[in-house]
């Protein structure tokens, strides 16, 4: 019975065994079969993001590809895109209509005045003693009276203090409010002769008066809609005729690295790599050459159909070179095609069907065989840089070691901002002139910089100031280089300016050059002057 009983049991062992190590291998099964499913599922993973990089990289040179031929395509398709209807200039547009930025002072609130002393806190409280003994009551009296009388006199002295305080609160208020006005009157006052000068502009392009007309089609070249590669370097001059109605634009144009020489791209899949193909030298040579053949033709164009008031019989379009010389490795600046055109003849075409070179050579334009060698040629027209307000230069740098521009003779202060402008910019060709002494137009000095970057027309003013530069000569500063057509304009003071006059700058083409940056200026091309405002205020005094 025993030994049965022992049988069963290990037999049930047995079993339980068994059950065990089948339990272990489907768990084994199970956990291989996951792991082959996760490999898969990684495989599969990494095959399709091979696949998409594979696609993505093969994308990116397609995309590469088209990129470059249709930036081609733009630079070459100018006269297709040229303009059929004004590019309409709004002068009223300047007009300034902002009001006063500052708010009027607040009239003062007077202080109160104090009520006086209630004279029955102050009657003297007497005690038995008092009553009984004659000097403690009189004793009692005058301590009573005494504490009236001082009590009578803070009084006074506190009421006369808040009145001279609401006195002088009254009168610093006036003064806070006339200055206020007075402020308020000139800003009126600057922005009516703005607003009656561009009235005036307006008045004088009609009549087609030279610096109007100057500006308003340098307002339609800044309209000009080219491709993002020509607009990032080209810069420009205009001199108008009126007698003639001949317009000269020196444009200074875009260098050969604008044009895209990437041919084709393509992803080589066994090296997971990009191989590129380019353009030759002679096929990006002739599409610069058509680019700079169109461009002349476009700007010219959308002059002439921006000429609302028939002010243009001709366009003279001068193309200005800014680069490397290849014969001698310098910065140079030349003429490398030149167009005169009328405007009946040229309006009569069809600008976007013609082909460009012979357009251009129909209107006997000049230029080299290849515009792309940069051959110097002599413009058809060139501007004349000549104006009646400028005289002779001075040389001044002998008198300005060690001297106080502030109370420096002011023509020979011109004079010295003229020299030290001439060796801040003449090493890229620039010119500065300085006008006579009757500063016509606001102007002590016209620059001209042939840089293709920075280059222009520029207006300077100098100001040799003991006492802060007020927004009025800034503001005078921007009516200036507006009449005058100008890129820029630049003021120069031995002092300082005020807050409202770098807010009136930050957003316009000018720049405040102040002592301190002058005398760093100065420094930095061997003058070596100083500024002391208060002995030059004294000097003054004394002349006086």
């Known amino acids: 019975m025993a030994r049965s009983f022992l049988g069963a049991l290990a037999q049930l062992e047995r079993a339980a065994a068994a059950d065990q190590r089948r339990a272990q291998n489907a768990a084994i099964r199970q956990h ?53 209807i004004p590019l309409l200039v709004d002068l009223n547009s300047l007009k300034q209509t902002e009001p006063f930025p500052k708010p009027a002072p607040k009239r003062p609130c007077p202080q109160p005045l104090p009520e006086c002393p209630d004279e029955t806190r102050y009657a003297p409280k007497f005690g038995l003693l008092d009553w009984l003994f004659k000097s403690r009551k009189e004793k009692a009296i005058q301590l009573a009276r005494d504490r009236l009388n001082e009590a009578l006199d803070n009084h006074e002295e506190l009421t006369k203090n808040i009145e001279l305080a609401n006195i002088r609160a009254t009168r610093d208020y006036e003064e806070k409010y006339r200055n206020w006005n007075a402020e308020k009157e000139e800003f009126k006052n600057k922005q009516d002769e703005h607003n009656a000068s561009v009235d005036k502009m307006s008045v004088d392009f009609a009549e087609g008066e030279k610096n109007a007309v100057e500006f308003f ?51 080589v899949i066994t090296r ?46 001068n193309g200005i070179y800014n680069g490397l010389s290849k014969s001698t490795g310098k910065e140079e600046t030349k003429c490398i095609m030149s167009l005169q055109t009328q405007k ?39 501007m004349n840089r000549t104006d009646a307000r400028f005289v002779e230069s001075t040389d001044v740098s002998g008198m300005v070691n060690g001297m106080n521009l502030a109370s420096m003779d002011w023509e020979s202060f011109e004079h010295l901002i003229r020299e030290l402008f001439e060796k801040e910019f003449t090493t890229n ?47 005078d500063l921007y009516g200036t280089l507006m009449n005058e057509g100008a890129v820029k304009g630049i003021l120069v003071t ?26 760093h200026m100065l420094q930095r091309h061997g003058y070596q002057a100083r500024i002391d405002l208060e002995e030059a205020k004294r000097l003054m005094s004394e002349e006086k």
């Not at 082959?36 to 993505?56: G, N, T, V």
């Not at 007698?243 to 990437?262: G, H, N, R, T």
């Not at 000049?366 to 058809?380: D, M, R």
């Not at 009136?504 to 002592?515: E, Q, V």
């Open 272 to 317: 997971k790599e990009f191989s590129e193909t380019f353009l030759k030298e002679k096929e990006v040579n002739q599409i610069y050459d058509e680019l700079l053949l169109q461009l002349c033709l476009r700007v010219t164009n959308d002059l002439y159909v921006s000429d609302i008031n028939d002010n243009l019989a001709s366009v003279v379009f």
């Open 217 to 267: 089609f340098d307002a339609v070249l800044q309209h000009l809609e080219l491709p993002e590669e020509i607009e990032l370097q080209f810069q420009w001059q205009l001199q108008y005729d009126a007698s003639s109605k001949i317009l000269i634009v020196d444009f200074d144009l875009p260098d050969l690295e604008v044009v895209p020489k990437l041919k084709v791209m393509k992803y």
């Open 429 to 475: 060709g620039a010119e500065v002139r300085i006008t006579r002494a009757s500063r016509d137009g606001g102007v002590d000095a016209v620059m001209f910089d042939p840089d293709p970057i920075r280059g222009g027309k520029y207006v300077i003013q100098a100001k040799r100031y003991t006492n802060v530069v007020g927004v009025a000569a800034v503001r």
């Open 344 to 382: 009946v003849a040229f309006l009569d075409m069809a600008i976007e069907n013609v082909d460009a070179k012979t357009c251009f050579l129909k209107f006997k334009g000049v230029a080299g065989n290849k515009l792309s060698e940069f051959v110097p040629i002599a413009p058809v027209l060139a």
């Open 494 to 519: 031995t002092a300082n300016y005020g807050a409202d006059s770098y807010e009136f700058a930050k957003d316009k083409p000018i720049t405040l050059i102040n002592g301190s940056n002058l005398l």
């Open 32 to 84: 291989n079969a996951l792991a082959r499913q996760s490999e898969r599922y990684f495989k599969q993973a990494e095959r399709e993001r091979l696949a998409q990089e594979k696609e993505s990289a093969i994308q990116y040179a397609a995309d590469k590809t088209s990129e470059a031929e249709q930036k081609r395509n733009e630079l070459n398709s100018l006269t297709k895109s040229a303009c059929k």
